[in-house]
């Protein structure tokens, strides 16, 4: 496992490269990064031959843009070929500046417009329930200024009001919401009822253990704080 | 029973029978729903006053294979939340069955902020919606059952105003034939259509679905009567379905008059429906007027 960890996430910044045509990434480019490798790596019960399996994890990529990150851990793992993310974008490509989920393989949702992930992760908890599908996990990574939607806060209040344990809302917090969340972005979650853990976005295990440590009927909001946006 | 009270019945029924069935809720109707939840408490999902997530569960609910059933005033359930249905249905790939009541002004003294005249011109603009617009309620309960099946957005748009009789047959329905044109009446408008042509050499075609449109119903009907003009009456906003009927013949010379509700002006009264009638052109004098006028 560790091997593997090291191994697959050392060819990911070969796989950026072939977006970027940089060497060398910036902060920004990579805030999501470490969370989404962690969570195909080491959490997500999910595969490329699983996708139509209605027992597989769901993980929704709430924030679409910058989706760099996102299409080289899909390569890595074998959702897509990494032949394809060089020309990213273009007209040719299935892969654009924002994920489709009626191209990609593996992409869950089709996003782009901010405040629609967190939402359909609630649709999507409800149904597994009513299906009797208690396992499943629903994960879904927002950003900390997509969080001044108010269509998150609709979801953030039925979620605690529900004890949706099957249930993860992972806040990338790189300090760009415009106003700001005084008193930390932890606490809009805590107040509905969430279980909160603040951690090292760049630290795999620690980011490891926030995901899969219990949260029984509670739904579990981790805020990965990464290095603020220039 | 009034369609939302024969909606709602088919709903409870509805459940007991297919277990991929969930009905989602914004506080609206949440109280007649209720014996149903205890029975579903999984399948009968109330939000709250939360319209844009109304929209957003129903389409989670359906990426996990769920049938959903979404219910409130027509106001809230597509233009206050209209880009949920657009990116949230519609570009995840998924559908849902939006019910609506309150039509155009069926609350007429509660004013504009609960009347929805444009939610079929708003549905227009996305791609493979089946819209219904029944005229009595067991219209109601057949389209909506009809619409529990399949997987493809259905918007049905349920309404107080209603006509004395059923018409349950599918596509353009010919209701009175004539020689100087066709008039279509839209779901509600047929009764007080039928009075006004009462008499008159016009053909009336009655739907109670809009969309898909039923060019080549309109097309045959205007085979038989010989003249290719046609008045529309849409109990929302006038000339909505013009450009389908524009469609309908854009290899002949046609003649259209739209009546519906007027997109001129902010309707600031109060009153009741036939108020509101009498202030956008739909009662049945000004009915027979405009006919009159146009087919001659």
């Given at each position: 496992m560790t091997t593997a960890t090291e191994s697959g996430f050392a060819d990911l910044p070969r796989l950026l490269s072939l977006m970027t045509g940089d060497e060398k990434h910036s902060a920004a480019s990579t805030s999501t990064l470490d969370v989404l490798w962690v969570l195909y790596d080491r959490v997500l019960d999910v595969s490329p031959s699983r996708m139509r399996d209605p027992a597989r994890d769901r993980f929704l990529l709430s924030k679409g843009h910058g989706p760099m990150s996102y299409y080289a851990v899909l390569a890595a793992k074998g959702f897509i070929d990494p032949g394809e993310l060089a020309?990213?974008?273009?007209?040719?490509?299935?892969?654009?500046?924002?994920?489709?989920?009626?191209?990609?393989p593996g992409v869950e949702i089709s996003s782009g417009s901010l405040g629609h992930g967190?939402?359909?992760?609630?649709?999507?908890?409800?149904?597994?329930?009513?299906?009797r599908l208690s396992r499943p996990k629903v994960v879904v990574l927002v950003g900390d200024a997509e969080l001044d939607e108010g269509s998150n806060h609709e979801a953030i209040a039925l979620a605690g009001r529900e004890a949706m344990d099957?249930?993860?809302a992972v806040v990338i917090d790189n300090s760009s919401s415009t106003h700001g969340w005084p008193g930390g972005i932890a606490r809009r979650f805590e107040v509905e009822g969430w279980v909160t853990r603040v951690v090292d976005g760049r630290d795999q295990d620690a980011l490891a253990a926030a995901f899969t440590e219990p949260h029984p009927a509670r739904p579990l909001a981790v805020i990965a704080v990464v290095e603020p946006k220039d | 029973m009034s369609m939302r009270e024969t909606f709602l019945s088919t709903m409870d029924e509805a459940l007991d029978v297919d277990p991929q069935l969930a009905v989602v809720l914004a506080d609206i109707?949440?109280?007649q729903l209720a014996a149903a939840k205890l029975r579903h408490p999984d399948r009968v999902l109330n939000v709250g006053i939360r319209e844009q997530l109304l929209i957003s569960v129903a389409g989670g609910l359906a990426l996990t294979g769920m049938r959903p059933v979404?219910?409130?005033f027509a106001s809230f359930l597509v233009e206050r939340p209209f880009e949920q249905i657009k990116l949230d249905l519609v570009h995840q790939g998924v559908g849902a069955v939006l019910v609506s009541s309150g039509a155009s002004y069926d609350m007429a003294n509660?004013?504009?902020?609960?009347?929805?005249?444009?939610?079929?011109?708003?549905?227009?603009t996305l791609p493979c919606w089946t819209v219904h617009v029944p005229g009595h309620a067991e219209e109601a309960r057949r389209l909506v059952l009809e619409s529990l099946v399949g997987d493809c957005n259905v918007y049905i748009r349920l309404s107080e105003q209603a006509n004395a009789a059923p018409h349950l047959a599918p596509g353009f329905q010919t209701l009175q034939r004539g020689r100087t044109g066709v008039v279509v009446a839209v779901g509600p408008t047929l009764d007080k259509v039928l009075a006004a042509t009462s008499g008159t050499d016009v053909t009336v075609l009655y739907a109670s679905t809009i969309r898909p449109f039923d060019a080549?119903?309109?097309?045959?009907?205007?085979?038989?009567?010989?003249?290719?003009?046609v008045v529309l009456v849409e109990p929302y906003l006038a000339g909505t379905s013009a450009l389908f009927v524009a469609d309908a013949f854009a290899d002949v010379p046609h003649r259209l008059r739209s009546l519906g509700v007027r997109r001129g002006a902010e309707v600031r009264g109060y009153g009741d429906m036939a108020d509101h009638d009498l202030a956008h052109g739909l009662d049945e004098t000004s009915i027979a007027v405009a006919v009159k006028e146009f087919l001659r």
């Open positions: 020309d990213w974008g273009s007209d040719e490509s299935r892969l654009g500046m924002h994920p489709d989920r009626m191209r990609v967190l939402p359909l992760a609630i649709g999507s908890v409800l149904g597994l329930r009513a299906q099957q249930l993860t | 109707s949440a109280d979404v219910h409130t509660a004013g504009r902020t609960h009347q929805s005249p444009a939610d079929v011109a708003l549905i227009d080549a119903g309109l097309r045959a009907a205007v085979e038989v009567t010989g003249v290719a003009d």
